[in-house]
């Protein structure tokens, strides 16, 4: 049973869209990450977010985290063909991360 | 640093057979975890070392899986016997946190098909 649940599973765009991942725990975390995989290599780490309601912004990519600090999404503005991986949010506990299934990002040329 | 190294990168073996999987973590990094990684279940914990001491193994599907951690350099996962359901992408990762900080760093992965 996974404890962070992601949605969608997969999305396929558009060159120059918009689009939004979401993740949702029914635990509380110390902290959440977001962290972005390309065929063939382990996950890196994309942002860190610790308190409840927090906005933090990379470039084109936009990170929540709820009030609760129960759930998060990540926010990508005019995606690009080098956004395409698997992006997959974390939860932090006793320096234990644990992963939710992820969601597959294709973006189209 | 190079990173976290893991080898071999790819393995086939025949169901039955023993598998090694190696892992070298980024040196100064305390902890060390284990993962492995399907389309079905994703990316799961299997096992994780704090200061080389097995902290949670609560992952570890069966007694046919071990890890070891004999130093703050080097660990293994093994598998025995394998079965062609422990086909996957095993990962080994590691992190040394600092304050609320805590990034994992992952090593390319192992790519094991039992047949």
């Known amino acids: 049973t996974q404890l962070l649940e992601q949605s969608p599973q997969f999305l396929s765009i558009q060159e120059g869209e918009n689009l939004t991942v979401y993740c949702n725990s029914s635990s509380v975390f110390s902290s959440l990450q977001w962290y972005r995989q390309e065929p063939g290599e382990g996950p890196v780490l994309l942002v860190t977010?610790?308190?409840?309601?927090e906005v933090k912004k990379l470039k084109r990519l936009t990170f929540q985290f709820g009030d609760a600090r129960k759930d998060s999404s990540l926010h990508i503005t005019a995606a690009q063909p080098g956004d395409t991986g698997l992006y997959l949010c974390a939860g932090v506990s006793d320096y234990k991360l644990s992963f939710g299934a992820g969601t597959t990002v294709t973006v189209r040329a | 640093d190079a990173g976290v190294i893991q080898s071999p990168r790819h393995e086939v073996t025949e169901m039955g057979q023993e598998v090694t999987l190696r892992c070298k973590p980024i040196s100064g990094h305390d902890y060390l975890f284990w993962y492995r990684q399907t389309m079905m279940r994703g990316l799961e914990l299997l096992i994780y070392?704090?200061?080389?001491?097995?902290?949670?193994d609560s992952g570890m599907p069966e007694d046919r899986f071990s890890a070891k951690m004999p130093n703050a350099s080097f660990s293994t996962l093994k598998i025995q016997p394998s079965e062609p359901r422990d086909s996957a992408v095993y990962f080994c990762a590691s992190s040394q946190p600092t304050g609320l900080d805590t990034e994992a760093f992952f090593g390319q992965g192992t790519r094991l098909t039992v047949v």
């Open positions: 977010v610790v308190t409840g309601g």
């Open positions: 070392f704090n200061n080389n001491v097995p902290i949670d």
